[in-house]
């Protein structure tokens, strides 16, 4: 903890307000950071979209049309944003209230606001979500990374390593509030898949394991890419599924602890994978093609499997290896690694770095 508390305005995602699952991981991600440094004693005021829905924390709501998501893009697409860009929007408010702050910390993973850097009387550290997915990104961040050392933040080596940086830069994993994360110990037989339906999250592989295992396979997240989930229901109109929507994270828990493991079947370097760290706080292994930040977190025979990428035979196998995994190990690697009080560290240790206390 540091002596000194700190004024921090946190600017969120433009891609949808909080609450609604548009933003994916970084909805979590900004909740506990933000949470974890308010019990830390910090300032702190978030900037997001209008009709974002956390009433339990200070968020200041901001007018515009939404970005258009970086996964959708093709990585030579120039940079383009709508007419009264909610994105340009609220980098305005930060620009008009900075002086009131002490650091600025941006979510988006967009150009925008790694542009404005220099154009900013206060620094800006940049928490980048995902691995490179555009060329004009990939530039702006190697240059933000040289004019301003340290300012650059990433969740995993794997996702770090996208980007080629020589210059310094942060490595933060992520945290979660382990006790909204009930341990069990009996799950039933079932899987979980958790994540936006949306084509780099490959569900596709996870529902082939359910109708070659004859296990049912529980569904949860933000519906984003409608066309590709009904390809997927056409694809497998017999295989065991269900899906439950985007539940909220008690909801979500409830499900997930009761399954005999999580799959995870992303085609893209996943940045982290939150929801491999809330399995594992439920006591639930993470089966996981062994590509992005899931092959940093799980440990391959104790917390779960690490699999050839996409192979879907090497998914059912682990998933007939699941009788080695000890549950508790799971629940404990979450509490010690993956805690909001390691993750608040990680943060403040950032934070100081770039302000040079
Ligand atoms: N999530 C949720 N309810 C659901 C399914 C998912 O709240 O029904 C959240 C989950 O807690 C996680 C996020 O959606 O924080 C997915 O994030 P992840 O880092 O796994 O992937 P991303 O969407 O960022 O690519």
């Given amino acids: 903890m540091t002596s000194k508390p700190l004024r921090l305005l946190f600017v969120s995602t433009p891609v949808g307000p909080l609450g609604t699952g548009l933003g994916g991981g970084v909805e979590l991600t900004l909740y506990n950071i933000a949470q974890e440094m308010i019990r830390r004693g910090h300032q702190l005021q978030i900037v997001a979209p209008s009709d974002s829905t956390w009433d339990s924390l200070p968020v200041v709501q ?26 340009a929007n609220m980098w305005d408010y930060a620009r008009q209230v900075q002086g009131e702050y002490d650091l600025i910390v941006n979510f988006a993973y967009d150009w925008l606001p790694l542009y404005l850097t220099p154009f900013f009387q206060r620094p800006i550290a940049h928490l980048i979500s995902m691995g490179s997915l555009s060329n004009a990104l990939d530039q702006i961040i190697r240059q933000v990374a040289t004019q ?52 780099e999250k490959g569900l596709e592989d996870a529902i082939a394991v359910a109708q070659i295992t004859h296990i049912p396979l529980k569904i949860m997240g933000k519906l984003q890419d409608k066309s590709y989930w009904e390809q997927i229901r056409q694809n497998y109109p017999n295989a065991p599924f269900e899906y439950l929507g985007f539940l909220s994270t008690s909801q979500m ?7 005999r493991a999580l799959l995870m079947t992303h085609r893209w370097v996943e940045a982290f994978g939150n929801v491999a760290i809330e399995a594992l706080a439920c006591g639930v292994p993470v089966i996981s093609y062994r590509r992005g930040g899931p092959a940093e977190i799980v440990k391959d025979g104790k917390t779960g499997f690490l699999v050839e990428p996409d192979s879907i035979p090497g998914l059912v196998n682990a998933v007939s290896r699941l009788d080695e995994i000890n549950r508790h190990t799971c629940r404990a690697s979450a509490e010690t690694e993956f805690s909001l009080e390691a993750l608040g560290d990680r943060f403040e240790q950032w934070f100081m770095e770039i302000l040079n206390f």
């Fill in 62 to 87: 901001i007018p515009g049309n939404l970005q258009i998501i970086a996964q959708s893009q093709e990585r030579t697409d120039p940079i383009t944003m709508p007419e009264n860009s909610v994105l």
């Fill in 148 to 199: 301003f050392p340290s300012t650059i933040g990433f969740h995993s080596l794997a996702q770090a390593a996208t980007f080629v940086l020589d210059e310094q830069f942060f490595c933060l994993s992520n945290g979660i509030d382990v006790s909204l994360y009930e341990f069990c110990a009996q799950p039933k037989q079932q899987l979980a898949w958790v994540g936006r339906i949306s084509p």
């Fill in 253 to 259: 828990q409830q499900v997930v602890r009761q399954c």
